[in-house]
């Protein structure tokens, strides 16, 4: 329990230090060895990572938080197929987690599964309807299909559940690609109004407005854009 605070404050030394000693007062806990990947993980040790994980599963195989950790040392040593291999176990052993799914529509994306993706995405939605986050997603999904209609109806519900400024940039990214330059701009201009230190939404305000011609205010966008985000 220390070394999943420990972890949680940053303090990977102690988390590792805790974890360390909890596997030599018992040495056949996976939950032991399944944290302790998971601080390895956080510490950039992959391969060391991995081989607690290995061990958290051939001691309790039906350890669903195990696969998901290793899972997530695969993703960030890029080894995305391996990624979707874990999750699938994990889900398969905690099908109503739909964080796991949500994890596995992230890898299904990195190995261009965006049919795969937007699956799991609308498997989360429908185990968990209240969450903005994955209407978002799944809309950005949508987006990436061409699919500008669904993408904005995802978009519509993100905005009804959380009105962030996030979801009306998203929304108004995907009126701009449909042609409805109008709606766009009235998107980021609430995106501006929740959060005005949002450099996309003005560069892609000016980019509406140039396609509609307004040279003027597209310039005006662009210069506030690169002030906020000078790589822009």
């Given amino acids: 329990v220390r070394a999943e605070i420990q972890r949680r404050l940053a303090h990977l030394d102690l988390a590792m230090q805790d974890c360390d000693a909890a596997i030599r007062l018992e040495p056949a806990s996976a939950a032991a060895f399944e944290l302790r990947g998971r601080?390895?993980?956080?510490?950039?040790?992959?391969?060391?990572?991995?081989?607690?994980?290995?061990?958290?599963?051939?001691?309790d195989k039906a350890l669903a938080s195990a696969f998901s950790g290793r899972a997530t040392t695969f993703s960030l040593m890029r080894q995305h197929r391996l990624a979707v291999r874990d999750d699938t176990d994990a889900i398969q052993l905690d099908p109503h987690n739909a964080q796991l799914l949500a994890d596995r529509a992230e890898e299904y994306f990195k190995v261009r599964r965006i049919d795969l993706?937007?699956?799991?995405?609308?498997a989360a939605i429908n185990l968990e309807p209240k969450v903005a986050e994955h209407y978002e997603s799944r809309g950005k999904l949508y987006l990436r299909n061409n699919a500008y209609?669904?993408?904005?109806a995802d978009f519509d519900d993100a905005i009804r559940?959380?009105?962030?400024?996030?979801?009306y940039l998203d929304r108004g990214n995907a009126y701009s690609l449909?042609?409805?330059?109008?709606?766009?701009i009235a998107d980021f201009d609430e995106a501006i109004r929740l959060n005005r230190t949002l450099a996309l939404a003005y560069n892609n305000r000016g980019m509406a407005w140039k396609i509609l011609g307004d040279r003027v205010r597209a310039s005006t966008d662009f210069k506030a854009a690169v002030d906020l985000q000078p790589d822009l």
């Fill in 149 to 152: 209609a669904r993408a904005v």
């Fill in 178 to 184: 449909k042609g409805d330059q109008r709606r766009a």
């Fill in 39 to 59: 601080v390895r993980t956080d510490a950039k040790q992959y391969e060391h990572a991995l081989d607690d994980f290995d061990r958290a599963i051939r001691l």
């Fill in 117 to 122: 993706a937007i699956d799991d995405r609308t």
């Fill in 161 to 167: 559940l959380e009105p962030r400024a996030a979801y």
